[in-house]
Every structure is written in structure tokens, then in C-alpha cells.
């Protein structure tokens, strides 16, 4: 059993920068393939990063160039790092955690399998 606790959200406005945090708990997180998705008021859950095992990451076209995924196996966390933040970039985030064969669906909520309960970020104009 893994679980997971975002934190780092906050209201800011829009250029400014914020990174999440996700702790996790349970063993063998290094294994884990994690992702950070987010969810937008009447919205369906987006996907926006994600990171293997070793340091291989992926982005959603949305956030590339502006976030940044990493992870520091030694302290089980997560991170995201937000950069020139946009009006559209408001929603809650979450965090998951998946098997490292996740990787490969890396993309879609349903390769995970722990949830984080989500951080909210929202960035005004």
C-alpha cells in the first residue's frame, strides 16, 4: 500500500512560479512510475507529468517547457516544479503512483494505481 500527500498549492498569479511536493509512503519507491495530473472545475482529470524509475520523463504539450517532474528516491518525494504559470493552469493537482510498467501509459489515469487527495492551484490574471 502506497499513499500520498501533495502539498505546495497555493493562489498565485499569473508568471509566477510554485512546485508541488508529493510524499509517499510504503517501500520500493524507487520503483514507482509517478505522475502528476490535474482536474479543472467541470473538467475531466488531465495528465500533465510523468517520471520513471531512473530519470525518463514525459509532458503533456500543455506544460512542456514550463514544469518540470523530478523525484528524490531517498526521501520518497515528488516534485513539480511550475514555472511562468498561466490563468489555465488552475485546477487541483494530483499525484499517482504506479508500477514501473506504467511508464508505458504513462499518460492515463488508469495506469495508476494510489492517488494522491490533490492540491489545489489557481493562478489569477
Known amino acids: 500500500q502506497v499513499q500520498l500527500v501533495e502539498s505546495g498549492g497555493g493562489l498565485v498569479q499569473a508568471g509566477d512560479s510554485l512546485r508541488l511536493s508529493c510524499a509517499a509512503s510504503g517501500r520500493a519507491f524507487s520503483s514507482y512510475t509517478m505522475g502528476w495530473f490535474r482536474q479543472a472545475a467541470g473538467k475531466e482529470r488531465e495528465f500533465v507529468a510523468t517520471?520513471?524509475?531512473?530519470?525518463?520523463?514525459r509532458y503533456a504539450d500543455s506544460v512542456k517547457g514550463r514544469f518540470t517532474i523530478s523525484r528524490d528516491n531517498a526521501n520518497n518525494t515528488v516534485y513539480l516544479q511550475m514555472n511562468s504559470l498561466k490563468p489555465e493552469d488552475t485546477a487541483a493537482y494530483y499525484c499517482?503512483?504506479?508500477?514501473?510498467?506504467?511508464?508505458?501509459?504513462?499518460?492515463?489515469?488508469?495506469?495508476?494505481?494510489?492517488w494522491g487527495q490533490g492540491t489545489q492551484v489557481t493562478v489569477s490574471s
Open positions: 499517482a503512483a504506479g508500477p514501473g510498467t506504467s511508464w508505458m501509459r504513462g499518460q492515463f489515469p488508469n495506469a495508476y494505481n494510489y
Open positions: 517520471i520513471r524509475s531512473g530519470i525518463s520523463t
